[in-house]
């Protein structure tokens, strides 16, 4: 059975993928003879890394679906604005997950035990450190963030709500990331699952509790969603009592947890991933701000569909990080032939991952937007805007996994690089003349154009990464 799904793999591929990606895969195949044998984990990685990944979209929607029945649509239009603030904040700081994933897993791959085990406490450490900081400062942010937001008062009041419920989970947030990536850099899909399910579903049950019986609105699903990062801290401490640290290696931890050469790498990886991470931010943060500008209407289509393309991420997400987990490994043990089939089969998947979600909201969009609201002004204008999905998670499917190959080599530079010619460049421009113009449709180009560039970018690092000469 084994080697007949091999061999339909292997011909699946050979339809699909370019045929000079495939001479780069032989030729490293005669040099490094090697198995699929990893093939059938790498899946169920990728599957359970699927299903908690999709925990959290699903926890959003929940969110969307709650606030998009209220009577007022302030309400889910001001968690919409409040959420780019967030998003600049949190996902600003997801170098503490990415730049987890990568080094953990390649200290696997050299089954250097020390390294396990340093990467996750001096992380963790650094993190309750910056969450502490960003509640400290969480009246300046938001000054500052809300100056920047076009909106109108009444969405505001409800934007401020929701913020104010929110950041005081930002500590657990943090932690939770480094645990995450952690755990991922082990290949510990069963915890990761977990995780995401406690967390998420706790999410869903005080939302519940919070908006609809409580009737605290934006500010109950923003408290309800920093209570959940509280609970999913929780389990994940109660693991690692389950898995303490050996005792032969505390000695060594106390001597090099603070070691300078260790800490440069760190920042320096960080400071590429975060980098690179801020400018992916700012463009879809920009892309909501703009979207405000161009009405209600339009901010409250924009608002549904980017919830689908968020769904959607972390859906090839979960792929992307079984990539950067087998990647990291793969680079430690230097099985370049491994690399290379592993860029073929998380791409594959991933593209056809995001066309089929695209495809299925197109075909049938009513049924699952009247989920999400019952407004039928933004009902009537879905048809018109989701042909964007399309091209959106078909490129974003491709980047989604080569983010996650390059994460797993720690290439913080390359990813930076890229993220930020495809944000100034492919981005950028073509967002603002739609602002200028006023048309909706060129505001989701840039958005494609955004996915197009990093997919472009990142294919031409490859190479390199094998060891091959051009």
Not at 24 to 31: A, K, S, W
Not at 205 to 231: E, P, V
Not at 433 to 446: E, K, R, T
Request: aromatic share 10%.
């Amino acid at each position: 059975m084994r080697k007949f799904a091999q061999r339909l793999t292997h011909t699946i591929a050979y339809k699909v993928v370019p045929k000079h990606v495939f001479a780069i895969v032989e030729t490293l195949e005669r040099q490094h003879p090697r198995s699929l044998g990893w093939g059938q984990s790498f899946w169920r990685l990728a599957l359970a890394n699927t299903t908690s990944n999709l925990m959290v979209p699903l926890a959003g929607l929940i969110d969307t679906a709650f606030l998009g029945h209220l009577s007022d649509i302030r309400h889910l239009n001001g968690v919409a604005m409040a959420t780019v603030i967030f998003n600049v904040i949190y996902w600003s700081f997801n170098f503490f997950r990415m730049g987890t994933t990568g080094p953990t897993a390649q200290a696997v791959g050299r089954a250097d035990e020390l390294q396990v085990w340093l990467i996750v406490i001096r992380n963790a450490l650094l993190a309750i450190g910056v969450g502490a900081v960003v509640v400290l400062l969480r009246a300046p942010i938001a000054a500052a963030g809300f100056a920047l937001l076009q909106t109108g008062p009444a969405v505001k009041t409800a934007a401020m709500d929701f913020y104010n419920g929110r950041i005081l989970g930002a500590p657990a947030v943090l932690v939770n990331y480094v645990l995450l990536g952690w755990l991922l850099g082990r290949a510990q899909c069963r915890q990761v699952l977990l995780l995401a399910v406690v967390g998420n579903c706790s999410n869903i049950l005080l939302d519940y509790w919070f908006i609809r019986r409580l009737a605290l609105d934006s500010y109950g699903a923003g408290l309800a969603t920093a209570l959940s990062q509280y609970i999913m801290l929780a389990v994940a401490l109660g693991m690692l009592i389950t898995q303490p640290v050996p005792w032969h290696l505390w000695s060594q931890l106390k001597s090099q947890l603070w070691q300078l050469s260790a800490l440069k790498a760190l920042f320096g990886l960080n400071r590429d991933i975060m980098i690179r991470t801020f400018a992916l931010v700012m463009a879809m943060s920009l892309f909501t701000n703009l979207s405000a500008g161009m009405g209600d209407t339009i901010l409250g289509v924009n608002t549904l569909l980017i919830q689908i393309v968020l769904m959607a991420a972390y859906f090839m997400d979960g792929i992307a990080l079984a990539v950067e987990s087998y990647a990291g490994n793969f680079y430690g043990q230097r099985a370049t032939a491994d690399l290379a089939w592993l860029l073929v089969l998380g791409t594959l998947a991933s593209v056809a991952l995001g066309v089929a979600i695209a495809l299925a909201l197109l075909i049938w969009p009513i049924p699952f937007f009247g989920l999400l609201t019952s407004h039928n002004v933004l009902l009537s204008q879905i048809p018109t805007y989701g042909i964007w999905l399309l091209p959106v998670l078909s490129f974003g499917g491709i980047a989604f996994t080569l983010d996650g190959y390059f994460l797993g080599l720690s290439a913080g530079r390359t990813l930076r690089n890229s993220t930020l010619i495809a944000t100034f460049v492919g981005f950028l421009p073509l967002a603002m003349i739609a602002s200028q113009l006023n048309v909706p449709h060129l505001l989701w180009l840039a958005l494609t154009g955004l996915m197009v560039t990093r997919s472009v970018t990142l294919t031409r690092q490859i190479l390199p990464t094998l060891h091959l000469q051009t």
